[in-house]
């Protein structure tokens, strides 16, 4: 299995697998039990996008003449995660149309607000996975040399009840968890570990004359700049922004720039500079009171407090002709919190901010 490293403990940190990952392995294998009619085990492996291979063991395999279920254990390795433990089945369903249908069933939570991966109504089983999902049916189906569609409903019995201990509800996903996963892979995110691998590497790009550093936290921001700054040779910091620019000033980096989306990166506003959601979550207040410093009245106001997603949040903004002047303010106020960041610390270190949306492209630059 694919492992990251502690370097400070000396201790190797297993990683683990996603949701998607085990969602996709349960389909395949179910899809294989049902149309090929051997063992759905060695037919379940997976290549993740992050190009490591899932080679799970597969539990309650029912099989019949038009359907087949299974299920995979969801292992997070060492990154506390409330979903480890839990089984992900599949079950799919023979169909006289072609193409796949992909739904979620038991404890898979249901979408009801915009702006997040799938729209309103949809099962909260997002792109990559489904994506994922797609191939392995794909492959078996094509494997068996059949030719009608497939169904799949992806299901998690102690969905709704783990879903307790998640910000699903808070996002307007009721009824369960969310099937994720950008790479397939649940790296482990302890604080001293992850640190220890950005030190690492931002000594190696001092030592190769790198003099500006650029800084993402995840794999959203990775994507982002390699379609529109395929020359950035960017760094992964996570939720460590402010332990990352202590890092880059220790280091010897000139210049910063910090390209995340907006959902991330607005939190740097409320001086929060450590992003994940434990540390505190002022989004929704952020676009709000910079609305209503611009005239925003009670109900745009209160529409906006009650937004999940900041993409959704922007258009709002846009349809009540506000987005401009809040964008302004959210760049001067991340801006005036950067440079403080560093005055404090006496940092000769220009740190800039790049904002971006998945749905709006490049926002603009504090």
């Known amino acids: 299995m694919h492992r990251a490293f502690d370097l400070s ?24 039990a049902l149309l090929l009619g051997e063992d759905a085990e060695s037919a379940c492996v997976v290549d993740t996008p992050a190009g490591k ?11 019949s003449d038009d359907s087949a279920s299974c299920a995979v254990e969801k292992d ?16 799919v369903r023979k169909r006289r149309e072609q193409g796949f249908v992909i739904d979620g069933g038991e404890g898979v939570g249901r979408v009801t607000f915009p702006g997040l991966d799938q729209p309103p109504g949809a099962a909260a089983i997002n792109s990559v996975p489904r994506r994922m999902i797609a191939d392995a049916l794909r492959e078996i189906r094509e494997t068996a040399g059949f030719a009608d569609g497939l169904s799949v409903s992806i299901s998690i019995p102690d969905g709704e009840k783990l879903a307790a201990r998640t910000f699903n509800r808070r996002l307007g996903i009721v009824g369960g968890l969310s099937i994720l996963g950008t790479t397939g892979i649940v ?20 030592a190769l004359g790198y003099d500006a550093l650029t800084l993402t936290p995840g794999n959203i921001g990775l994507d982002f700049l390699a379609r529109h700054y395929p020359s950035a040779r960017p760094v992964k910091c996570a939720n460590f922004i402010g332990e990352s620019i202590c890092l880059a000033a220790e280091a010897g980096f000139d210049h910063v720039l910090i390209a995340g989306h907006i959902g991330k990166l607005i939190k740097l506003v409320t001086g929060n500079f450590n992003t994940h959601s434990r540390y505190g979550d002022a989004r929704q207040f952020v676009f709000a009171s910079f609305a209503a410093i611009h005239g925003a009245n009670g109900a745009l ?8 997603a900041s993409e959704a949040a922007i258009d709002i903004l846009l349809d009540a002709g506000m987005w401009e002047p809040v964008l302004k303010e959210i760049l001067a106020g991340t801006r005036r919190q950067l440079d403080e960041f560093c ?10 901010a790049l904002f971006f949306s998945s749905k709006h492209g490049f926002l603009g630059k504090a």
């Open 9 to 32: 403990a000396r201790k190797k940190l297993r990683c683990g697998f996603t949701t998607g990952s085990c969602a996709a392995a349960a389909a395949k294998g179910a899809a294989a």
């Open 53 to 63: 291979r899932f080679e799970p063991r597969l539990y309650d395999v029912v099989v």
């Open 76 to 91: 997070g390795g060492d990154d506390p995660d409330v979903t480890s433990g839990c089984l992900v089945y599949a079950l």
């Open 187 to 206: 790296e482990p995110m302890s604080e001293a570990a992850f640190c220890d691998s950005i030190k690492s590497e931002l000594s190696m790009l001092r």
């Open 301 to 308: 106001t209160a529409e906006l407090l009650r937004c999940a």
């Open 343 to 352: 005055t404090r610390r006496l940092y000769k270190l220009h740190c800039e």
